[in-house]
Structure formats: structure tokens, C-alpha cells
């Protein structure tokens, strides 16, 4: 049996304008497909910090929910994702590094949920 599968997948952030730059100077990450079980832990994150269908009110949000958040950014943003095109004023900056940056959470959660989204069963794989 065949079946169409890959691990990875290119990514371009809309974070800050990012997709309207042009290709020489985006950010572009390679997103890795999360296993099983990290999967259940970025969906049991999600529900923890109030997330909805990939959106979340931070006007709303309690510090609770931003350390569940947090927790989750740190611990598998650098497992599934290479990134490039993202420079500081010492030069590259590191997927590390933007986990744990303020100014780069919106970055972040873009990630995060885009990651949810490439590993989320489909229902053309429930038909295989």
C-alpha cells in the first residue's frame, strides 16, 4: 500500500508583513509534523489557555493560561521547526531565541497553531 505522507512542510509567517516582503528577505521556517504525543499536548495547551479554533482573546487571558501557553512555545516550537530569514543586531536570531522573546509571541503562536494544523489528522487520512 501507497500512501502520500510527508514529515515536512514549508512555511512563510504572516508575522509582521512578513508574506508581503519580498522572497529574498521573508522569514521561511520548515515545519515538521508533531508525533502523537506532543500533539495531544499542544491540543490539551490550547484548551488550557482558552484557545478557539486557533484564536485567542489576549485581552482576556489570565497568567495562568500564558504560562500553559509559554510552556508549550518553548517546548515544541524547537523540536518541529528550522527557521531562517530572521536577523537580530548580533545576526541570525534562533527559533530558541524567539520562543522566549516577547516581542516574537504572535510569531509564536502563528507557529504553533500552523503546527496543530499540518498534524492534525485529516479526513483523507482516516480514509487511509
Keep these: 500500500m501507497k500512501i502520500k505522507f510527508s514529515l515536512k512542510r514549508d512555511f512563510v509567517p504572516e508575522f509582521n508583513g512578513n508574506r508581503e516582503l519580498p522572497e529574498a528577505d521573508q522569514i521561511k521556517c520548515v515545519l515538521t509534523t508533531l508525533d502523537n504525543f506532543d500533539l495531544l499536548e499542544l491540543g490539551?495547551?490550547?484548551?488550557?489557555?482558552?484557545?478557539?479554533?486557533?484564536?485567542l482573546d489576549t485581552s482576556k487571558i489570565t497568567t495562568e493560561q500564558a504560562r500553559v501557553l509559554l510552556d508549550a512555545t518553548v517546548t515544541i516550537?524547537?523540536?518541529y521547526t528550522e527557521m531562517t530569514g530572521l536577523e537580530g543586531d548580533d545576526g541570525p536570531l534562533?527559533?530558541?531565541?524567539?520562543?522566549?522573546?516577547?516581542d516574537f509571541q504572535v510569531l509564536a503562536t502563528e507557529l504553533l497553531v500552523e503546527l496543530a494544523k499540518i498534524s492534525a489528522p485529516t479526513e483523507a487520512d482516516r480514509k487511509n
Design 44 to 55: 490539551d495547551a490550547f484548551t488550557r489557555a482558552g484557545m478557539t479554533d486557533g484564536e
Design 94 to 102: 534562533t527559533v530558541e531565541q524567539v520562543v522566549r522573546f516577547p
Design 77 to 79: 516550537i524547537p523540536k
